[in-house]
């Protein structure tokens, strides 16, 4: 079985700063997607960024990139120029493809809390 | 992007009674939905997984008879919580996604207090 582990239970960073947000994560499949997901104190889950495994190019998206090391089974998110509204709870998850009986459903890590300071 | 609704988004229900809460996507077909279950500062566990016109297929040590999943039409999710009871009482969120989408998209979520 899949598992997606976090090892920060909670980070700090100063407005405008980088952080880095880490998340490491056990398969034997090479097919599969990759999603950090960001809950803000309303609870509404937000997309912040997906890598699908067979791509080697790391995702981007604005402030925030991932590195993906594939081989050491590592997905890493960096918030670049952090703002205030960036503070949440922020989800690594791990999906497996739509095929050989799989529901794809997302498996989660237990999370990690941004805070930052203005 | 595409929207999913989730509705109530706060119920509270007296212990014993049952609650429904409906899960719809407004502008796409949702073939497979999900629902999740958080417990306050915890992570979202995967109760149950339902596609169109098909029995739920439920994650171990999630009681079917309690949790209630149905999914007739390709828009509409539900999450009947039966005889609930104070130990019932969490945030419940549903994801709805198409065969061809790799992201699945999620409703606001349910906070459910059971009294």
């Known amino acids: 079985a899949q598992t997606v582990t976090q090892s920060q239970p909670e980070m700090s960073v100063q407005e405008a700063e980088t952080v880095t947000l880490s998340c490491t994560y056990d398969?034997?499949?090479?097919?599969?997607?990759l999603f950090w997901y960001k809950q803000p104190p309303s609870r509404q889950m937000i997309l912040v960024i997906r890598q699908e495994a067979y791509k080697q190019q790391n995702a981007t998206e604005n402030r925030f990139s991932v590195n993906f090391q594939k081989a050491a089974k590592s997905f890493s998110l960096k918030i670049s120029d952090s703002q205030l509204g960036d503070a949440a709870m922020y989800f690594c998850?791990?999906?497996?493809?739509?095929?050989?009986?799989?529901?794809?459903?997302?498996?989660f890590g237990k999370g990690t809390k941004l805070s930052v300071k203005p | 992007g595409a929207v999913v609704s989730q509705h109530p988004s706060r119920v509270i229900c007296k212990s014993g009674t049952s609650v429904k809460i409906e899960c719809r996507s407004l502008d796409f077909q949702a073939t497979t939905m999900f629902w999740y279950r958080q417990f306050p500062k915890q992570s979202l566990m995967l109760m149950a997984t339902?596609?169109?016109?098909?029995?739920?297929?439920?994650e171990q040590g999630v009681e079917k008879d309690k949790f209630l999943i149905n999914h007739a039409s390709l828009t509409l999710s539900t999450l009947t919580v039966t005889s609930a009871h104070p130990e019932d009482s969490s945030f419940y969120i549903c994801s709805a996604r198409t065969d061809m989408n790799t992201e699945a998209f999620f409703g606001q979520g349910t906070r459910l207090t059971v009294v």
């Open positions: 398969t034997s499949e090479s097919d599969y997607y």
């Open positions: 998850a791990y999906r497996s493809p739509n095929y050989g009986g799989s529901q794809g459903n997302l498996i």
């Open positions: 339902s596609n169109e016109g098909s029995k739920a297929t439920y």
